[in-house]
Structures are given as C-alpha cells and as structure tokens.
C-alpha cells in the first residue's frame, strides 16, 4: 500500500472515531435545514468502505441521511444539512463543492403533419429509421398514464437488447402498466418528501403514474403511437401521432405537487444514462445560475458525455428579453411556436364590433351571435378592485356577476380556474383578456363554462366599450361565437409570445434559443383523475387535451433527435442539434420572415434562435458542426470557470492553459454566431470566431459561402470556399467581424443579425450571426 493511500485510511479511521471530525459536534444553534448536492473526488473512496454509500454516510452526523447518490453523470450524494454542518462539510478533502438545491417548475395534433411528418411517407424521415424503434427516449416529468392508446405496443419488436432499466412498480402501477413501448418507469421523491414531509397519497401516486397530465402529455408527443380518432371535447379533430411513434420510451417521475427537486432530478438523470436511453426530453427549468450551481446542466453534461442527446424546454418567461432557461451549450434549448390550427371564440360587443378570441370550451354555446348577454368588468368600482379584476378566488360579488359575462384580466391564478371563480359567483360567461406584459399572444383553455381569450387590444376596446355605455345610460351587452377548429392558418408559424427569449444571461456568445417548435394549442394524451382544464372541480374526463408551453415544444425536438439518432447512428448530440440548427427556417408559410405572436412585428433571432425545426432537411444537413467534451472543458476554462467548478460540471480535471491559448468562449464549435462588443469609447472594434466543419453529405464536394451581414458591420470569411473529398472529413474556416461603434446610453444594448451559409448547390448550411455592442454603465 503506498504511503498516500495508508495516510487516507488513518485519516478515515480518524474520521470514523473522532468526535472532532463528526458533524455533530460543535453545531451552532443554525437548526434550518437544506438540501444540498455534493461533489466528492470519487476516486478517493479508501478500501475501507464496502461501497460508496457508505463512505458518504461517514462523512455525516449520525442524525443526517442521505437523499440520493449518484454514480454516472455525477459522482457525489445529497443530504439536508444545517448552515454549520454544511461549512464543516466543506473542510473534508474529499468534498469538492456542496451545490445548494433549486425547486424547477414544468413549462406548462397537427403538428407531425405541420413538420411534413406523414404515416405514408415513404422517403421522408420516418421511413428511413423505421419510426426509431431501437431508441429510448427519457422523458423526465410527472410520470405517465400508460394505459393511454398513445402508448400501446402493437407491432412493435422485443425490448432493445442494451436495455438496462426497470420498471419500478407500486400498488397503483403494476407491472402490466409497462409493455414494449413504455419499456422503463422509475419514481424520485426522496428530495421533494425531505423537505415537504411524506407526500399525500389522496392527491398524488407514489409511483410512476401521472396525477397532473403533464408527462402523459409530454410522452405522447414525444412518442406516441398512432391513435385515430383523437379530439379534445370536439376540437382537433383527426390523428394523433408522437414524433417518433416507434421509438420506446422510459419514465422518470421527478415533479410533484410542490414542484421538482435538484436532487431528484440528477437522480432521473444519473438512472436514464446507466438504463441505457439515447435521449433525454425535459420539459422543466427554473432559475438560470452558473453551470457548476445548476443539476440540470450538470446532469446533461454527464448525459451527453455518454452520448445521450438532452433537449429541454427554454421557458414561458417571454416575450421579454433574457428570459431564456436551460442554457448551457451542451442541452439543446428549445421554444415555442404556433402550428397553422387554431380554435376560434370571438366576441361580439353590442355595438357589432367583433373582437378576435380562442378557446376550446366543448359545452353548450350561449346561443348564436343574436342572443346578447349583459357584461360587466370584474375589476370596475362595484367589484373588489384589483383582485376582482383578476377574478381572484371569492373577490367577485353574486349580485353583480349573476347571468352576466364578465371580463377578468390575466394574471396570478390560472386561467381556467377565473373561469371558475366567474361560474361560482353566477356569472354566465367569461372573457379573459391579456395584460400589456402579454401582448396579442393567445392561449386556448378548456374552459369549465362559455369562455374566451383575447389580446390586450381586445381587454381594452372592451372595456372602453363597457365604460362607454355606462356613461351613455345604455347597458353594455355581448355574446361569445365558438367557431370549433379552423387549419391552414396564416401566418404561421409564428413566435409563441410566452416563449422565452434571448440573450443567453449566462453564456452571450452561445445563442439561446437554439431552435423553435410546435408549442402552442398541441393535441396529446390525457390521464383519467385529471379533468382538461386542471381545475380540481372538473370532473370532465378526456383521453386527449391541448396544452401550450415551451414544455409542448421540446418533446417534439426529442422525437426528432430520436429519428435522427436512428438514421445516423453514429452522430453525437452535437451533431444531431447542429443538423437541427444549420437547417431550421426562419420565413412563415406566406413567405416572410416569422412575426411575433405578442407585437404582431416581425421576430428575431433572439425569438427563434437558428429557426423553426426542419426534419426532412435535418436528415441531410451536408455538414455539421461537431463538439467533443473536451470542446466543452475548453469554452468553461475560456468562461474564467476556475478548475474546481469545471470538475464538478465535468467530471475532470481541467488543464485551462491550452484553453486560454486555443482563444476565447466563442470560439466553442457553435452553429450559431455571437459576438459581443463592449463600447469602451473605441471607433472600431473587431473579433474573429473559428469554426471546424464535418462533411455528411456526398463525398466529392465544393462549398461556397455566401454572407449577409449583421447591418453596420463588416464581415468576412476565410477561405470563401471549402473542397471535400471524402465523407468525414473536416474543414476550418475563420470569420472576421468589424464592428463601429453605435449611440447608445449607458447600460443600453444594440443587437444585429445576418447570417453565414456554405452551399454546394444541394445542401444550403446556416449559422445565424449576431452582434451585440453595449455600453457599459
């Protein structure tokens, strides 16, 4: 034994048996608990130890247990620890960081159709990797309902034979609930139960099964079988398929009522990558912090070491800027646009203005554009001012509302649930209108009675129309048209005004968003238990619903990246995402660039990152950008990361002084471009990004480039032209960006785009370029 390695175990012996080591000792009167996930030099584990379970139990009072450990896309454990215990835990040498958790929240079927994804297409994307089938797709939400006809196994082959994972059963989830197609399902709720107490089971399942609707909804998107006829209460009628219909899919269930937890969801994390899935779908996000403070770019960047493809949702924070979420460079981040259907309810104000809405109510209508009902602001003085304005649960008063319709304005509570505040109180009908922060942009609810939305010019020609005619003498009057499913809307898509935007806080020269996909008004299964509006009072049961959210549009881009996996095997992550980017569109099928749903003016790249997903075109992108681990290591070292944090992210030991040579953080093999220039009082400033690319098209080719600058700057490329001779091979190429200097306040922002192409006449390769000058305060 060498000398180093018997001076560990003499440590560890002491540890053991020395009351001035244990936690226990000396703790302050700091008696508040938190949990915290922490990163151990793994390796150190002394022979003493049976496993490392117990190595990390060593390391804590006799009193603390521990939550999770963790062994595959991190090495280390979570326990909840007081202030004190936590600072002694940090002296250890082998204790490396202690990461504080962060509760996440969810990013609360035309779509394949929309995408050019049909069932009888025999050349496109589907046919080629036979629908996915030898994929597993993680989804990492709030479980499943298996028996959903989205998730039979008929026709489909025996379990993929590198499969590792089980199928956690309980008294509400036997083992029959998992088949050919929902082939693993697993449960994380010790991190939610140490800090809220032992869950109750009246209101939620401990197991895999789904008591919310949103993981049911996520799976089927991602991967639903077939299922004809599908509909929620009338609306959408038609086929609902996932994206990739064959593919298997294994469940972790990490959100709860309260939310989802740090500690569970690295838990799903490290499980998904040692079962042996080739996707992870997250539909979850919270705060944007430093990597190395954040599990799910911790867990990702584990996942995709192993290969693992992760996509996750962007966020509902939009339309305002730097909202974006889940943005490390490693996860493909994703938002939300709108598909070419949608559910009509306008309302017809009794001095015959129609003002637009939607809605997918299914009850009894109100009688026809003719029959008109008497309609009262929430929020005007015979209400409870602010809160009735927001229909707030018991601010709205009987004798006002009583058989009228009544405009709430959004904000705090859920929509459908104003929608029962208004039922309760006797109103006959609602109105929900946006505030500014909101815009145009419009979500379709399953209302629990006649109800419709509109945008924030609708709320206020409304409610100028009510005042109107209360100045008048004259009794404001209204009705509320349900028109059912309209298609083939124009424009679309279009830019979700809840999907959140760019700039990148943490990382600006990594654009984010990195794509757009279906979002809004999406069709997919529904558990039993749970009525479409999510209101608990709604006893309507249905196998569909529509819901909207980035969360709808991430498992769209899982599903691709699954059919992309199954045509290219030998494609990584970065691969797979480039092939997404470098093909994405950016015009709307009237051909303009793609609008915001929330100003009606034209989007950004800020909006949609490289574009709208494009399968058929992803298939065979000609080149590709690719990015190895190491890449990652180097842009972390080039973000002044210091060697510690980079190992807790990584995994690694980071030697930065190559990195630091190697150029700046902008030089990660990024699809998309983004400089970012401080205006230190310069006339001119300029930086140059390098980029290598990978030839997956045919293999004699030329690639020429082809460059729209950002306006105001100059921009070139070297060489102008790229000559393959093999597939597989690989060419740099630098770009050159001059920028001048523009008028601006100080701590004020200037943002430009253009893009560059390589095209061979076959393939056109795109990377959005954007420039951001700021002045510094």
């Not at 009888?120 to 298996?146: H, M, R």
């Not at 909207?548 to 290219?568: E, F, I, Q, R, W």
């Not at 997903?613 to 990652?632: F, R």
Request: hydrophobic share 35%; aromatic share 8%; net charge neutral.
């Amino acid at each position: 034994m060498s000398s180093s390695s018997t001076f560990l175990l003499l440590f560890f012996i002491l540890l053991l048996t020395s009351s001035s080591f244990s936690l226990s000792a000396n703790v302050d009167n700091d008696y508040t608990l938190k949990t915290y996930i922490i990163k151990v030099h793994y390796d150190a584990k002394p022979s003493i130890f049976p496993t490392h379970k117990h190595w990390y139990e060593s390391s804590l009072s006799s009193s603390t247990s521990l939550i999770h450990t963790y062994d595959t896309v991190f090495h280390g454990f979570s326990a909840r620890l007081t202030s004190s215990e936590a600072q002694q835990l940090k002296t250890l040498p082998h204790i490396i960081a202690l990461i504080p958790e962060q509760v996440r929240h969810l990013h609360t079927t035309r779509s394949p159709q929309f995408l050019g994804l049909k069932t009888s297409d025999s050349a496109g994307l589907l046919k080629e990797s036979d629908f996915g089938s030898d994929l597993v797709i993680a989804v990492i939400d709030t479980g499943i309902w298996p028996e959903r006809q989205s998730f039979n196994d008929r026709d489909l082959g025996p379990v993929p034979a590198k499969w590792k994972g089980q199928c956690v059963t309980a008294k509400d989830f036997p083992s029959s609930s998992c088949n050919r197609k929902v082939i693993g399902a697993r449960f994380f709720c010790q991190g939610y139960e140490s800090t809220n107490g032992k869950m109750n089971e009246t209101s939620e399942f401990r197991s895999p099964r789904d008591s919310d609707g949103h993981g049911t909804h996520t799976a089927s998107i991602v991967a639903g079988r077939y299922v004809f006829p599908a509909s929620t209460l009338g609306y959408a009628r038609g086929l609902a398929s996932g994206m990739a219909p064959k593919a298997r899919l294994s469940v972790y269930k990490v959100c709860w009522n309260a939310g989802c937890y740090d500690s569970d969801i690295l838990a799903a994390f490290d499980s998904a990558v040692s079962d042996g899935v080739d996707v992870v779908s997250l539909s979850v996000g919270g705060v944007v912090v430093p990597y190395y403070l954040d599990a799910i770019a911790i867990g990702a960047f584990g996942a995709s070491d192993h290969g693992v493809f992760v996509s996750a949702s962007a966020g509902n924070g939009g339309p305002g800027g730097l909202t974006v979420t889940n943005v490390a460079p490693w996860v493909t981040s994703v938002g939300a646009g709108t598909i070419d259907r949608d559910f009509p309810a306008d309302v017809h104000l009794g001095n015959g203005k129609i003002v637009p809405g939607v809605s997918v109510y299914g009850g009894p209508g109100l009688g026809g554009p003719e029959k008109k009902y008497s309609l009262v602001y929430a929020g005007s003085e015979e209400g409870d001012g602010y809160s009735a304005s927001l229909c707030l649960e018991g601010s709205l008063d009987p004798k006002y509302v009583e058989g009228k319709l009544v405009l709430c304005d959004r904000g705090i509570n859920s929509r459908a649930a104003k929608g029962e505040v208004v039922k309760k109180a006797g109103g006959i009908g609602m109105i929900l209108a946006n505030g500014v922060f909101d815009g145009e942009g419009l979500v379709a609810d399953c209302h629990l009675l006649p109800a419709t939305a509109v945008g924030a010019s609708g709320g206020d020609e409304i409610r100028k129309y009510i005042s109107d005619a209360e100045k008048a003498k004259s009794p404001a009057i209204a009705t509320i048209v349900f028109k059912g499913t309209r298609v083939n809307v124009k424009p679309a898509p279009v830019v979700a005004s809840f999907s959140a935007r760019g700039p990148n806080p943490e990382s600006p020269e990594i654009l984010k968003p990195d794509v757009i996909a279906p979002g809004l008004n999406i069709l997919a299964a529904w558990p039993d238990k749970v009525g479409p509006s999510g209101v608990p009072s709604d006893m309507r049961r249905t196998q569909f619903n529509i819901l909207s959210g980035t969360s709808m549009a991430c498992p769209h881009v899982s599903g691709l990246a699954a059919l992309l996996k199954a045509a290219h095997p030998e494609w990584s992550p970065a691969a797979i995402r480039s092939a997404l980017m470098t093909t994405a569109y950016t015009v709307d099928n009237r051909g303009n660039t793609m609008l915001d749903e929330s100003t009606g003016n034209t989007s950004t790249v800020l909006d949609f990152g490289a574009g709208h997903v494009h399968p058929q075109k992803a298939m065979d992108p000609g080149l590709i950008y690719d990015i190895s681990s190491y890449d990652y290591v180097n842009f972390l070292c080039n973000s002044n990361y210091t060697v510690t944090n980079i190992k807790v992210i990584t995994r690694r030991s980071a030697d930065c002084k190559g990195a630091k040579r190697a150029g700046h953080v902008g030089n990660l093999n990024y699809p998309s471009l983004s400089a970012v220039f401080q205006q230190y009082g310069e006339h001119k400033m300029s930086t140059h990004f390098i980029r290598t690319v990978t030839n997956v098209g045919d293999p004699n080719s030329v690639y020429k480039v082809v460059i729209r600058p950002p306006s105001g700057t100059q921009v070139t490329v070297q060489p102008e032209k790229l000559v393959f001779r093999r597939v597989g091979q690989k060419l740099n190429f630098l770009v050159r960006v001059e920028a001048m200097a523009v008028k601006l306040s100080p701590g004020s922002s200037s943002v430009k785009s253009g893009h560059i192409m390589w095209t061979d006449g076959k393939h056109n390769v795109t990377s959005p370029l954007v420039v951001t000058m700021q002045q510094p305060l």
